[in-house]
T-cell receptor
Framework: AQSVTQLDSHVSVSEGTPVLLRCNYSSSYSPSLFWYVQHPNKGLQLLLKYTSAATLVKGINGFEAEFKKSETSFHLTKPSAHMSDAAEYFCVVSAAGTASKLTFGTGTRLQVTL | DSGVTQTPKHLITATGQRVTLRCSPRSGDLSVYWYQQSLDQGLQFLIQYYNGEERAKGNILERFSAQQFPDLHSELNLSSLELGDSALYFC????????????FGPGTRLTVT
């Protein structure tokens, strides 16, 4: 079975400062890992994905995440936050053989202040 | 815009009733997935269809059922509705059968009163 733990339910940063959203995963097999973003009253949008290629994954809107097997982590970062980044972010895992079953974390709400 | 459409956007109904949620996948996508997002359960995978056939099941209640039609659109049927069924229901689609790269629709917000 696989699971993800998002370590912060709420993160607040100032515009122009770095963003760090933390995610730890647990998986019996080689996992595929994703970050999705959900803006208010919108559907989910794929930010980036890791599928056993490069451990540093670049996504849309300047976000990136690093897969660290030794730490079972897949933290999401962005060098400089923008007001439009305010949203709910979900770390997601799927395991080999069950690719269709995405398991979502509980979400981290990112607040960006002026 | 992901290309996945869902109707209706909002639905308000009473306990004990039955509703049908509709999803049209992206053009060319053969797989459709249904998810439920609620405050207490978070985002949960319900069920997946590929080219008309059920392929995977998650935490879907027996009161819920789904199907995928020949034109690839899908419907999620919720019956004997309870207050706890109030949630946002998302549909997602992908090209391949077991793809973890899924494209989500805007969701249907169901309120059971």
């Amino acid at each position: 079975a696989q699971s993800v733990t998002q370590l912060d339910s709420h993160v607040s940063v100032s515009e122009g400062t770095p963003v760090l959203l933390r995610c730890n995963y647990s998986s019996s097999y080689s996992p595929s890992l994703f970050w999705y973003v959900q803006h208010p009253n919108k559907g989910l949008q794929l930010l980036l994905k890791y599928t056993s290629a490069a451990t540093l994954v670049k996504g849309i809107n300047g976000f990136e995440a690093e897969f660290k097997k030794s730490e079972t982590s897949f933290h999401l970062t962005k060098p400089s936050a923008h007001m439009s980044d305010a949203a709910e972010y979900f770390c997601v895992v799927s395991a080999a053989g069950t690719a269709s079953k995405l398991t979502f974390g509980t979400g981290t709400r990112l607040q960006v202040t002026l | 815009d992901s290309g996945v459409t869902q109707t209706p956007k909002h639905l308000i109904t009473a306990t004990g009733q039955r509703v049908t949620l509709r999803c049209s996948p992206r053009s060319g996508d053969l797989s459709v997935y249904w998810y439920q997002q609620s405050l207490d359960q978070g985002l949960q995978f319900l069920i997946q269809y590929y080219n008309g056939e059920e392929r995977a099941k998650g935490n879907i209640l027996e009161r819920f059922s789904a199907q995928q039609f020949p034109d690839l659109h899908s419907e999620l049927n919720l019956s004997s509705l309870e207050l706890g069924d109030s949630a946002l229901y998302f549909c997602a689609s992908s090209v391949r059968q077991g793809s973890s790269e899924q494209y989500f629709g805007p969701g249907t917000r169901l309120t059971v009163t």
